[in-house]
DNA sequence: CATGAATGAGGCTTCATTCAT
DNA sequence: GATGAATGAAGCCTCATTCAT
């Protein structure tokens, strides 16, 4: 009896080997869900890209779910640490916001099939939709609501203010980067906007 | 060997009676892709909550694609009719945006279906999801430009502009109607966001 | 209670009207069935072609099988009817052959879809498909046997040499008339063979 | 939105297990396409007699018509293989003949499913059905040139030739051992015909 | 004599998942 | 750790046929 049911695809810790082959069907997986979809994409699709056999799937993931999930979870944690990083040094929080949509526009342009998953997540596991926009939107207004008290911002609804900025983001992003295939959108124009607003220039 | 199909559901004139099955098939689909998505609506839901029988349905749509399509296309015109209408008597681009805001949590709160269609279309039918949306912004963009040449609103890419604010309108009514259930988001704090941007108040 | 199920489609009377819709559903099933074949071909394909409501063609046969069965019927009697008066005047048999071949050939080239038509009858309805070619092989050998009272061809088994002379026609038919589009098969080089066999001149 | 097939049923190498599925799924389809036909055959009905699932067949065959190709095609390996082993020792083209329609007879005899599959290749695979036809014609004609050449039999067309022959064997077949159960039609009887030809004895 | 909307059974095919090796 | 053969449920779509008008 060398191993039950209940465990099998469960986060056993693996070995070296293993580890490498649970790693080519992440890649696989995003490369594909990415470019035609999740419910186009089948479980030999993955495995046949990764090399492997159909069943070895189910020796790390327990359900097309789940690598699914793992993926959305990834691309949480991966964009979030690069934006971390790119507005590290920034002087204040407009300068953050540069630095971050210009991060993010790089992140789409290098990862297009990553960040085209989560979209997905919304019809194939709801919860993890809104866990992935909700935690995200949460650092986001923590950060915003920061800089209103530092005065480096306008005093404003934090968490609407965060849903906004994601929205442009999202939308730019798919625009110009996925959509006309230009590696860099112009940010600074879009600072503009966010700095501004619509009114027109006094005098 | 070509096909052997006769005259499949395609644009025939319909009688009052086929008018009605039609109809009661798109009410359906409406439902229930909104409610559990395209790819877990089969054709099969969509007949039975209509009250017709399976075969039904390819009198009137050639394949489940295309009551998808319909129906995006129905979105799309409905959401433009209503726009143009709530923001006919806007005094300037301003008030218009409001009012254009406003309509569209409205829209999003009584037609929370719908509203989910489009977002799936990405991947049922990219095609038709970039219609959608460069309709959309092509039209928006060209009012925005007009206010700027009038003087409304500061000068600025009208394109890009228009993008960021249909982001704005579908993160805030994804995060507040549908989410939320909040029937009227509070669009006047977005407004004040829009018009003066993230930079602080001077003084 | 105008009609009762029982005599639908059934060899009613038909008034100069119902004759011309129902030869114009037979036309149509001749084209469709000798080009796609009739497991390929649709009730609707029918009607379409004949420019009637799909729930007409149920007036005037049962059944799909039934226009099936009415068109060879129709083959066998027009074949027959024209080798008949195609031989004629002819002196003996050896030139009633020539010009029954000649008449088959010209026949396959003019109504190649009705040509067509028996060849799927043994797979569609196969008690047709042996009456079709027993009554043929009947009556040839009939007259196969006469001639050779006559003297005018060898004395043989009628019955195989019937089945052979059938099977001539019918490959040599399909090669140089059906797919080559010829108009004329050679008939007399065929001819030649048939006379003489295969023996070589002596001498 | 391309396809998600990720290597369905093609030429994969097969193991003993998989060598041996697929030629259950064979010799259930011969079976089955022999005696009610392609079209009146699911491939439910071939998994069924098989004794395998239904998914089980597209680990073989990509779809349904691909078997059908399969069996055409072996169809054409085996009868070509055996009339060349049957006809090896002839002494001249006409004791080949002989012995040739000698060995169809028996094939037909015992492979009637087989030999019954041919024949309806016509509106399957039409492509297919004239390959069928051509290839074997081919080679005939030119067995029967060389014997021209070699002054056994007349001089005459040999393409023409051959597909005369062709049809003999194949109606007389038909006629004699698919139809009657005559496990042995009498092909001398036919060598006589096919010899000396219709004409009269002399004198 | 004709229409055309409706039916529902049935067929082909896909695919996530299991399991013996 | 990995394989690949097998499963069977489920989905899309077609089509002969019926029937109310």
Redesign the pocket.
């Known amino acids: 009896m060398?191993e039950t049911?209940a465990d099998?695809g469960k986060d056993?810790?693996?070995?070296?080997?293993?580890e490498?082959?649970r790693q080519r069907l992440m890649d696989a997986a995003e490369e594909i869900f990415g470019t035609k979809g999740f419910y186009?994409?089948?479980?030999?699709?993955i495995t046949a890209k990764a090399?492997?056999?159909?069943?070895?799937?189910?020796?790390y993931f327990?359900?097309?779910?789940d690598i699914f999930r793992a993926l959305v979870e990834h691309l949480s944690h991966v964009l979030r640490t690069e934006t971390e990083v790119a507005t590290q040094g920034a002087r204040d929080r407009l300068e953050a916001e540069r630095l971050g949509i210009d991060a993010f526009f790089k992140f789409v342009h290098r990862h297009r099939n990553l960040y085209r998953i989560v979209r997905q997540a919304e019809f194939v596991d709801e919860a993890l939709y809104k866990w992935y926009y909700e935690r995200m939107a949460r650092g986001y207004a923590r950060k915003l609501q920061d800089a209103m008290q530092r005065g480096e911002i306008r005093t404003m609804d934090p968490d609407l203010l965060a849903w906004c900025l994601m929205g442009i983001s999202d939308y730019t992003g798919m625009r110009y980067i996925l959509w006309k295939e230009e590696n860099q959108a112009d940010a600074a124009k879009l600072l503009d906007f966010l700095t501004a607003g619509l009114a027109p220039e006094k005098g």
């Open positions: 060398s049911v099998r056993r810790a693996l070995g070296a080997k293993g490498a082959t186009h994409t089948s479980v030999g699709d090399g492997v056999a159909q069943g070895t799937f189910y020796l327990p359900t097309k779910v």
